[in-house]
């Protein structure tokens, strides 16, 4: 998937910590990528509305890790968890 600017989000295999805090759900705040765990910033996050009728929204969190890198972790209705990593170009 790319955007106007010329981004592309590659698929990253990773696991996501997540945090529950006050809100009314839960923000990613760390990653695993194999035995590293990298801290993660909460840029922005977006809440998609599903196109089937009576599906939860789909979330979409836009974070940087400890090395700078922006990642797009995708949450779906039922839970399921896509990280991908920004790619310039």
């Known amino acids: 998937m790319g955007s ?22 839960e923000r990613p705040f760390a990653l695993r990528v194999g035995a590293v765990r990298l801290a993660l910033t909460v840029e922005s996050v977006a809440s998609v509305g599903s196109p089937v009728a009576g599906r939860a929204a789909v979330r979409i969190f836009i ?19 896509s990280v991908e990593a920004e790619h310039p170009g």
């Open 4 to 25: 106007a600017t010329g981004t592309r989000w590659i698929p990253l295999v990773a696991e996501v910590e997540w945090y529950a805090g006050h809100r009314s759900f």
């Open 63 to 81: 974070a940087t890790d400890d090395g700078g890198r922006r990642l797009r972790i995708t949450v779906d209705g039922e839970g399921w968890t």
